[in-house]
């Protein structure tokens, strides 16, 4: 299974956005999938719920940062890293218009209302695998290019 569809997998067992494409990666670089999914667990919704950036792409953030950051303060690895993630932002935003769940959506899920909208548009459903499957593709496409 590709770490693709690894990740809508995940989705679809019923973790959040953030954990489908974080954990989907994260073994890959050492990190059990566990760990992982606790890591990821506060940012689906887009931060908790609130509706702010999309847990698909913190997730491809942090996965980003798995395999290009650095645990040493060098500044030439953070502009690096800097530079993928405004390179994987442009790209998702590119695909979807929006990197927040308040413009993927349509609504604004931090309220009870929003949230409800979106429950009876199933968006959860619809649209958010493809916010996921989106992620994790430009994942794939960003890390195949910086191999090369």
Same mark, same amino acid.
């Given at each position: 299974?590709?770490?693709?569809? *690894?990740?809508?997998? *995940?989705?679809?067992? %019923?973790?959040?956005?953030?954990?489908?494409?974080?954990?989907?990666?994260?073994?890959?670089?050492?990190?059990? +999938?566990?760990?992982?999914?606790?890591?990821? =667990? %506060?940012?689906?919704?887009?931060?908790?719920?609130?509706?702010?950036?999309?847990?698909?792409?913190?997730?491809?953030? #942090?996965? /980003?940062?798995?395999?290009?950051?650095?645990?040493?303060?060098?500044?030439? =690895?953070?502009?690096?890293?800097?530079? /993928?993630?405004?390179?994987?932002?442009?790209?998702?935003?590119?695909?979807? %218009?929006? /990197?927040?769940?308040? %413009?993927?959506? @349509?609504?604004?899920?931090?309220?009870?209302? @929003?949230?409800?909208? =979106?429950?009876?548009?199933?968006?959860?459903?619809?649209?958010?695998?493809?916010?996921?499957?989106? =992620?994790?593709?430009? /994942? +794939?496409? #960003? #890390?195949?290019?910086?191999? +090369?």
């Amino acid at each position: 299974m590709s770490h693709v569809e *690894r990740a809508v997998h *995940r989705f679809a067992e %019923g973790f959040n956005c953030s954990q489908a494409v974080f954990s989907a990666y994260a073994e890959q670089f050492g990190l059990d +999938e566990e760990t992982a999914l606790k890591i990821a =667990a %506060g940012f689906g919704g887009g931060m908790g719920r609130l509706g702010e950036t999309c847990g698909a792409v913190t997730g491809a953030f #942090m996965v /980003l940062g798995l395999r290009y950051g650095r645990g040493s303060p060098d500044p030439a =690895a953070k502009e690096r890293i800097y530079a /993928l993630i405004r390179e994987f932002s442009n790209r998702f935003n590119a695909r979807n %218009g929006s /990197l927040t769940c308040k %413009g993927l959506l @349509g609504c604004d899920i931090s309220t009870p209302e @929003g949230y409800d909208v =979106a429950r009876k548009k199933q968006l959860f459903t619809t649209a958010c695998p493809r916010f996921v499957r989106d =992620a994790a593709e430009v /994942l +794939e496409e #960003m #890390m195949q290019i910086q191999q +090369e």
